[in-house]
C-alpha cells in the first residue's frame, strides 16, 4: 500500500512539473494581438475641395510580423466616409474614399515592396513600410461642391488588415485564433465646411 502511495505521488509530482513546464513554454511562446490605432485626422479645404491627412500607429503583432517577413503579402485598406448630419432623420452620405495597400517581402532584393494603385516603394524595414502606411499626407477626398460652408459633417476613418485578401489557412487564423487578429480603431470627428481656398 505505501508503495502504491509513493509512486501515485511521484507520478502526481511529475504530471505536476510537466503542467508547469508546458504552461511557461506557452507564456513565452506567447504572440501578441496587433492594432492599428488613429492618432490624428484632420481635413483641409484645397484649391480644388478638401484633403485628408491622418496618421496611425501601426503594429501588426508578432505572428503577422513574422509571417510578412516569411513572404507572406498583407493587404491594408484606408476608408474614409464623410456624412451630413441631418436632424430628425438618417445622415445624409457625402463621400466614400478607400485607398488600398499590398506590403510583401521580397526574398530576392530582402526589402519590403509597398505597391499603392500604380506607385511601388521599397523599404529595408517593415518598421519603415509601416510608418509610411500609417502616414496620410494630403489625400484629395472630397470636391468643393460636395461640401456646403457653414454645414457640420461627420468623418471617418480607418486603417486596417484586409483578412480576406491573406492565403486561406491565414484566414482561418486570423479568424478562430487572437494572435493573428490586428485590431483597428475607426477615428470620427465633426467637420464644420469652410470656403475651399
Not at 503594429?59 to 466616409?81: C, I, K, N, Q
Not at 505597391?115 to 510608418?131: H, I, K, P, W, Y
Request: aromatic share 10%; proline share 4%; with cysteine.
Amino acid at each position: 500500500m505505501t508503495a502504491f502511495f509513493t509512486r501515485c505521488c511521484k507520478n502526481a509530482r511529475h504530471s505536476l512539473f510537466a503542467g508547469l513546464w508546458c504552461l511557461w513554454l506557452l507564456l513565452c511562446g506567447m504572440a501578441n494581438a496587433g492594432s492599428i490605432v488613429p492618432t490624428h485626422a484632420a481635413l483641409t479645404p484645397t484649391e480644388d475641395g478638401y484633403s485628408l491627412s491622418a496618421e496611425f500607429t501601426v503594429d501588426l503583432g508578432s505572428r503577422m510580423e513574422s509571417a510578412a517577413a516569411h513572404g507572406v503579402p498583407l493587404y491594408f485598406s484606408l476608408d474614409f466616409t464623410l456624412e451630413r448630419t441631418v436632424r430628425f432623420w438618417l445622415d445624409e452620405h457625402i463621400v466614400t474614399r478607400t485607398l488600398n495597400y499590398r506590403l510583401a517581402f521580397s526574398s530576392l532584393t530582402r526589402q519590403y515592396r509597398l505597391t499603392t494603385g500604380s506607385l511601388n516603394q521599397n523599404f529595408a524595414s517593415l518598421e519603415d513600410a509601416l510608418r509610411v502606411i500609417g502616414r496620410i499626407a494630403s489625400l484629395p477626398v472630397a470636391e468643393k461642391s460636395a461640401l456646403k460652408p457653414g454645414e457640420t459633417y461627420q468623418a471617418a476613418v480607418r486603417l486596417a488588415l484586409d483578412r480576406s485578401q491573406l492565403p486561406k489557412p491565414f484566414q482561418v487564423d486570423a479568424i478562430t485564433d487572437r494572435d493573428w487578429q490586428v485590431e483597428a480603431k475607426t477615428l470620427r470627428w465633426k467637420f464644420v465646411a469652410t470656403e475651399a481656398k
